[in-house]
């Protein structure tokens, strides 16, 4: 089961349900961002632009859901919101930071729900907890209402368990998204596969994949992933201390999340210009791969999610997002699809990245390989 923060009815209730991340605005209520320090918050004034777009477009909206404390950590554990169960297997982590947002889906309590994507806060849970996930393209999407206000990394986006749902939530949010072309599956395309060294598991369940979906293949190289990844945690703590650093003043954020803020006030301006630096660099190397091919093609997590126990242990998750993160910086559009896994009963996930602007081509992608997979199964 999910940890929604709070249940409503919103919009049509004859439209598909949607839930909302708890960073996002919706009008009367807090935006608490799973954090204590924001209990005593003011409701917000007006809804956020992807709310009210989805209330135009038919949507029933019906919560919001619970997430890792100011979206600032990969597990989605929150003893004071509410750890979300993941519906795959409730000993796993259900990934973070839209946690609930995945769990909804995955359980089935709503047809879709939207999260947020600063560091792969939607294709990391969407891969933990089986279900597809979507990162548009960086301002594909407004960020009107959403929480961080200021944000050179954050996409609004959304959550499904089939891909011409995704394609409905970004046909309401997204005014130019083209939702025919996205509902044609793409059979006969070429993709860049990148070699990531995953584990084994997730490799076999990757390779598999592939070959369900027939697409021609072509060995590509991102040397600059691991430089990327560096970047992007530079600018994420620059950004996340400026946003919400003042709060720790008031002794109310999680200690997990204190320590990360305290640790990310510490980054230097000449951290965030090479960093910037390497986005330019990273941007143009990304762009380079995609060349002659639909889209670039990789795991979108190296390992399968660990267990809830193994992480209070103090089992370390940062390398879970080494995939994800270094899209973020560069801001291509990135989509997550649950992929079965060889003799278990979980699903990891296929990460498909495409152009910039060319989110539509992935969800054309993703729905190739959804039927593929069913067909493949009967």
């Known amino acids: 089961m999910s940890a929604f923060v709070e249940r409503f009815d919103l919009g049509d209730r004859n ?13 009367g209520m807090p935006t608490r ?27 029933h909206i019906v919560g919001k859901t619970t997430m890792h404390e100011l979206a600032y950590g990969m597990t989605g554990m929150n003893p004071v919101a509410g750890t979300p169960l993941n519906p795959q297997d409730p000993a796993l982590i259900p990934g973070g ?38 990162k548009p393209t960086f301002g594909r999407v407004s960020r009107l209402g959403a929480w961080p206000r200021e944000s050179s990394l954050d996409c609004v986006g959304p959550f499904a368990r089939s891909a011409l749902v995704l394609r409905d939530v970004m046909q309401a949010i997204a005014h130019d998204f083209d939702g025919g072309k996205a509902a044609r599956p793409l059979a006969k395309a070429r993709v860049g596969v990148l070699a ?26 991102l040397p600059g992933m691991q430089a990327a990844f560096d970047a992007a945690i530079a600018v ?42 390497v986005r ?51 801001g291509h559009p990135a989509l997550s699809y649950p992929i079965p896994v060889p003799a278990m009963p979980i699903k990891a996930g296929l990460q498909l990245v495409g152009r910039k602007g060319d989110d539509e081509r992935l969800c054309a992608l993703a729905l190739h390989l959804e039927r593929a997979l069913q067909d493949s199964q009967i």
């Open 15 to 27: 439209g598909p349900t949607i839930a909302i991340k708890d960073c996002i605005d919706i009008e």
């Open 33 to 59: 961002a799973g954090s204590a320090a924001l209990a005593e918050i003011l409701p917000a004034r007006r809804d956020a632009a992807v709310v009210d777009a989805l209330i135009r477009a038919g949507w």
């Open 97 to 134: 930071s839209s946690s609930d947002s995945a769990a909804a889906v995955g359980s089935g309590e709503v047809d879709a729900a939207l999260g947020s994507d600063t560091g792969g806060s939607i294709r990391l849970p969407a891969a933990c907890c089986g279900v597809l996930g979507l």
């Open 196 to 221: 990531t060294g995953s584990d084994a598991a997730v490799d076999a369940a990757f390779t598999a994949a592939l070959r369900t979906a027939g697409w021609q293949q072509e060995p590509r190289e």
């Open 236 to 277: 994420i703590n620059q950004e996340t201390w400026s946003a919400f650093g003042h709060l720790l003043d008031g002794g109310k954020v999680g200690a997990d999340v204190a320590g990360r803020l305290r640790a990310a006030g510490t980054t230097t301006a000449d951290a965030r210009q090479q960093a910037e630096r």
């Open 280 to 330: 330019l660099a990273f941007v143009a190397d990304v762009d380079r791969a995609l060349e002659g091919v639909d889209a670039l093609v990789l795991p979108t997590l190296p390992s399968l999610p660990p267990t809830l126990a193994e992480v209070a242990a103090g089992h370390s998750v940062i390398a879970l997002s080494r995939l994800v993160r270094p899209f973020n910086l560069s």
